[in-house]
T-cell receptor
Framework: GAVVSQHPSRVICKSGTSVKIECRSLDFQATTMFWYRQFPKQSLMLMATSNEGSKATYEQGVEKDKFLINHASLTLSTLTVTSAHPEDSSFYIC???????????????FGPGTRLTVT | AQSVTQPDIHITVSEGASLELRCNYSYGATPYLFWYVQSPGQGLQLLLKYFSGDTLVQGIKGFEAEFKRSQSSFNLRKPSVHWSDAAEYFCAVGGLTGNQFYFGTGTSLTVIP
């Protein structure tokens, strides 16, 4: 259980175009989804937190007009990188959060990541 | 402020040797602690978690971790490392009141034959 998928797993796009990445919780409803960015050999950098039906909360320094997040349902969140530039090339990982069974704490389940390359 | 520290950026061990990865946390409330493993180009897989109760928790792939409140630590251990354990390991702390996690910077594990 608690599987999160991401699509696509790998995408190459030209500079100036937009790319959409989907994150789905397959067998549970996620109260919150998170989007992370990871540079090579570094930890995860939280970009934004999104709750279903409301606007995403962006971390400081993350351009909300560039990284559009839509959380249309309890099982789907999308990240759109608009007007992509080579410096946006990175590994993007989403996670879906829900309360764990038998406890009150939240647990996060991670997608497999999306490798974005902007040429 | 909440934070997680993984003091070891990179560790190399021989196959069959024991392993301990260190994790220290700072958290203002009751911490919920996690260890994740990430293989190259992959997402994060949960190894184990601690919420309450027995401070020694067992996880998948033969890993265990011990919560020591007095030391604010949650170190990950494995008695005998396999070559397939080579990966990046992340410690994280979350909580009851919010669902945001705080990640450590990760420890890269290399296993030599």
């Amino acid at each position: 259980g608690a599987v999160v998928s991401q699509h696509p797993s790998r995408v190459i796009c030209k500079s100036g175009t937009s790319v959409k990445i989907e994150c789905r919780s397959l067998d549970f409803q996620a109260t919150t989804m998170f989007w992370y960015r990871q540079f090579p050999k570094q930890s995860l950098m939280l970009m934004a937190t999104s709750n279903e039906g409301s606007k995403a909360t962006y971390e400081q320094g993350v351009e909300k007009d560039k990284f559009l997040i839509n959380h249309a349902s309890l099982t789907l969140s999308t990240l759109t990188v608009t007007s992509a530039h080579p410096e946006d090339s990175s590994f993007y990982i989403c996670s879906a959060s829900t309360r764990g069974l038998g406890n009150r704490a939240y647990e996060q389940y991670f997608g497999p990541g999306t490798r974005l390359t902007v040429t | 402020a909440q934070s997680v520290t993984q003091p070891d950026i990179h560790i190399t061990v021989s196959e069959g040797a024991s392993l301990e990865l260190r994790c220290n946390y700072s958290y203002g409330a009751t911490p919920y602690l996690f260890w994740y493993v990430q293989s190259p180009g992959q997402g994060l897989q949960l190894l184990l978690k601690y919420f309450s109760g027995d401070t020694l928790v067992q996880g998948i792939k033969g890993f265990e971790a011990e919560f020591k409140r007095s030391q604010s630590s949650f170190n990950l251990r494995k008695p005998s490392v396999h070559w397939s354990d080579a990966a990046e390991y992340f410690c994280a702390v979350g909580g009851l009141t919010g669902n945001q996690f705080y990640f450590g910077t990760g420890t890269s594990l290399t296993v030599i034959p």
